[in-house]
């Protein structure tokens, strides 16, 4: 066996065919990554990542591995050696197996040299090692797989005929058919269970996943097992005319069968290994958890589709990814499909299909892309529609903050996706929806002011407005309870209800003004007092652990606001101006809820202290200013003609000071060792201390409220932290249905929010200034690697038989 081994080796690396089979697979792999631009392109690609070259690589393989199998069975039938072969001592599969171990040897071989590659990303990464080697690696592995089985089916079809031209082909069409003619068939209008067998059948869908860095036990399986049946079947088919038909189709039935328990067993007890550094394919518990409760397919139309920029494509592809990995734990088939809206050529079907996904909530964005003809805009919806039965959810995958970089909003958005994706699954899933409560009967915001806030949590929630006392009128308290910019003080009544809702286990979301400034008067360009405003809430928010001051804030970082700086009697003319008293407030980086958000609009907001040491209590500050702000005490003079005259620079001497903070644990009641009759008309139990609870205190009352213009009898509504002037929507909305997801998740959901994964870009500077070297060193040195191997491989030779 081993003397047929090291035959194929000779004859492959004694002849220039070899050669030249080894040179035309390495000149295409290094065109196609490092010098023609396009989608492989590894430069254009921006990232630290080999992932274009284990995508590409399939595709190359279909040319490479025919090429080098077809002569292995196919010369030995033409030159009538094959008989000789099969009257030696071994039998006809340790034949094939000699064969198959030297088509794959010779396949390593022409691999060896493209690890240059590896060192090339490695060293352009920025900071130099900055990629994620373990991904690179396992991704290695199943580049092997897939050879692997490649080479074993060249092996067959090799077996098949004495023309090697016909072999190659042949091989050709059986390793595309293997790689993608399954998802054809898949992809037709056919049943679920027979588009899952012929998916699981095809190459594809086992490569995409190893290739990645993760190995599936499943998917190793899938490889070493149709390896080994093909490499059967061309040994019962070299030996189809010593046997009869009747006796082969026996065997053949009865390998089948074995592999289909194997594969059944193997589907039923799997393990999955991430090789990646942070673990990004692996899927947590509570997704998992999630996962199994679903008891019908999911579909996922992916609407980021079409030529894209290098950023888009891989937010793309994470998508994907992140559907495989929630496929391959769940129950039923979960699948991504791409869907470009501008594959419609009709307009009014393609406006049709925008003005659907809006209405799912999709938001829009302008992409600009520079291309040959000009500069080329488009719209493209950076989003997802999530199918479960009869339901539809809309997905937004793209994070837009405007302070941070191109690359790192794609970053963030790439670290969302799970939370995303599995709070839509959670959306689909859950029966009757859990019950989030407006307090009223303090002059709080109405309707209108909250109406947006209001459809946001309606997709989750029943959203109902309660009094205090109407808390305990049913018999179920609401999840949780949001006091959205009270005005009117709280009585001992309403303050007793809201404590004893918290101790029952309740949470509580603050939102109010410590401070009172009259906007109308503003408006009207007058000056006017901002005093403390005394809501009767200091006590209880203090014995909870936090204090709320009465101070108003300034930060360098606020909203920009138009202002005439035309003189007196002249045509007017505005330009922006700082509006000190409007921060831009920075929600927490180390939070669930506030990370990866856009800074939020305020309006006269105050700071916030924790006070106490309760150990039971958690107190984490989620939302703060700039690194440039001030306080101010009240009562304060205010008036626009501030501007014209700004405080000095060196005033704005504080950083990060706390507007918002959240508290968890278990909170002392208020009205402990207390009488309560007289504010207690519904004699509920008193209780002491709160079961776990959760409570969030935001100090601006505004941060709640979107504009509402009312004119001629008609109310409309702006979004929730949009600003008119600079005509951009602030992280608001997103901030506080994130604060009530998290006050009402019992199943740890939210936790997914705080994945971090770390950004891997490539040396921009360096490859501009040595982008020619890095393209020369990864097209030639691999070939110079070939040479060298030929002629060490030739003088051995010669020096062997000389001697």
């Known amino acids: 066996m081993y003397s047929l081994f090291r035959k194929e080796i000779t004859s492959f690396f004694g002849s220039l065919t070899g050669y030249l089979v080894a040179f035309v697979f390495l000149i295409a792999n290094g065109l196609f990554l490092w010098v023609f631009p396009g989608t492989y392109n590894l430069i254009e690609n921006g990232y630290a990542s080999l992932s274009p070259y284990f995508q590409l690589a399939p595709w190359i393989f279909l040319f ?120 054809f068939v898949a992809a037709m209008e056919v049943p679920m269970v027979v588009k899952t067998f012929f998916l699981n059948m095809g190459i594809s869908e086992h490569y995409d996943s190893v290739s990645r860095g993760v190995v599936d036990s499943r998917d190793v399986l899938y490889f070493v097992l149709v390896t080994g049946i093909v490499l059967v079947l061309t040994s019962l088919f070299l030996r189809r005319k010593q046997q009869n038909l009747k006796r082969q189709l026996k065997k053949t039935g009865f390998l089948v069968a074995v592999v289909i328990v194997v594969m059944f067993i193997g589907s039923a007890w799997f393990f999955r290994i991430d090789l990646t550094t942070e673990k990004r394919y692996s899927l947590s518990t509570v997704s998992k958890t999630l996962l199994e409760k679903l008891d019908a397919p999911i579909k996922v139309d992916l609407y980021l589709a079409g030529d894209l920029p290098p950023g888009f494509r891989q937010l793309q592809r994470a998508v994907e990814e992140k559907v495989q990995d929630m496929d391959a734990w769940a129950d039923f088939r979960i699948q991504s499909v791409r869907k470009d809206p501008y594959d419609i050529s009709n307009n009014d079907e393609r406006n049709k299909l925008f003005n659907q996904l809006v209405n799912l909530g999709l938001q829009p964005t302008d992409l600009r892309q520079n291309k040959e003809e000009g500069t080329v805009t488009k719209l493209i919806f950076p989003g997802a529609v999530l199918r479960y039965r009869d339901q539809l959810v809309g997905i937004n995958l793209l994070k837009n903050n405007p302070s941070l970089s191109a690359d790192e909003n794609l970053n963030n958005s790439i670290e969302t996706l799970e939370f995303e994706l599995m709070n839509a699954i959670r959306q689909v899933e859950q029966g009757d929806k859990e019950e989030v409560a407006f307090l009223s009967g303090q002059d709080e915001l109405g309707d209108p002011e909250t109406w947006d806030i209001r459809q946001g949590l309606s997709e989750n929630y029943t959203v109902v407005d309660r009094t205090a006392e109407q808390l305990f009128q049913n018999d179920t308290l609401p999840k949780a309870l949001i006091i959205a910019d009270p005005s009117k003080a709280f009585g001992e009544q309403e303050k007793f209800y809201i404590d004893q809702y918290l101790m029952r286990g309740g949470n509580l979301l603050w939102l109010f003004d410590p401070v009172q400034v009259s906007l109308d008067s503003l408006s009207r360009g007058e000056t006017t007092i901002a005093f403390p405003r005394d809501l009767n809430l200091m006590d209880q928010l203090f014995k909870y652990g936090v204090r709320v001051n009465p101070d108003l804030l300034q930060d360098v970082e606020c909203v920009l606001i138009p202002v005439n700086t035309s003189p007196v009697a002249s045509q007017p003319k505005f330009t922006p101006a700082p509006w000190y008293y409007s921060p831009l407030l920075t929600p927490a980086e180390d939070n669930v809820i506030s990370r990866n958000l856009n800074r939020l609009k305020s309006e006269f907001v105050s700071s916030i202290d924790t006070v106490g040491k309760n150990p039971e209590i958690r107190k984490s500050v989620i939302l703060h200013t700039s690194a440039y702000s001030r306080k101010i005490g009240t009562p304060e003079q205010i008036s626009l003609q501030s501007i014209n005259d700004p405080p000095a620079q060196e005033l704005f001497h504080m950083s990060n000071i706390p507007v918002g903070v959240l508290l968890e644990g278990s909170f002392p009641s208020v009205f402990s060792n207390r009488m309560t009759r007289e504010f207690n008309p519904l004699g509920i139990d008193v209780l002491d201390k709160s079961e776990p ?48 997801n998290y006050l009402c998740d019992n199943s740890g959901i939210m936790e997914l929010r705080s994945r971090v994964f770390k950004i891997r870009l490539l040396d921009k500077v360096r490859l501009r200034e040595e982008k020619t070297f890095w393209q020369v060193l990864n097209v030639v040195l691999p070939l110079l690697i070939i040479v060298v191997f030929g002629l060490v491989f030739h003088f051995v030779r010669i020096r062997k038989y000389r001697g």
């Open 64 to 183: 490479l591995i025919p090429a080098l199998t077809m002569r292995l069975f196919a010369e030995e039938k033409r030159l009538g050696t094959l008989e000789i072969l099969i009257t030696r001592p071994y039998s006809l599969l340790q034949l094939v197996w000699a064969k198959y171990l030297a088509g794959l040897f010779l396949v390593v071989v022409c691999l060896l040299p493209t690890l240059v590659y590896f060192y090339s990303i490695y060293s352009l990464g920025n900071p130099v090692g900055n990629w994620d080697s373990g991904a690179a690696w396992g991704s290695f592995i199943g580049l092997f797989l897939l050879a692997a089985l490649y080479v074993a089916l060249g092996v067959l079809a090799s077996s098949l005929t004495d023309n090697p031209v016909f072999a190659f082909i042949t091989a050709l069409i059986l390793c595309f058919i293997f790689y993608s003619g399954f998802d």
């Open 693 to 740: 609870a959760k409570q969030i205190v935001l100090a601006d009352g505004s941060l709640i409220a979107n504009k509402v213009s009312r004119r001629n009898g008609q109310v409309r509504t702006q979004p929730l932290g949009y600003d008119e002037y600079s005509q951009q929507t602030f992280g608001n909305k997103a901030f506080l249905l994130n604060a009530v």
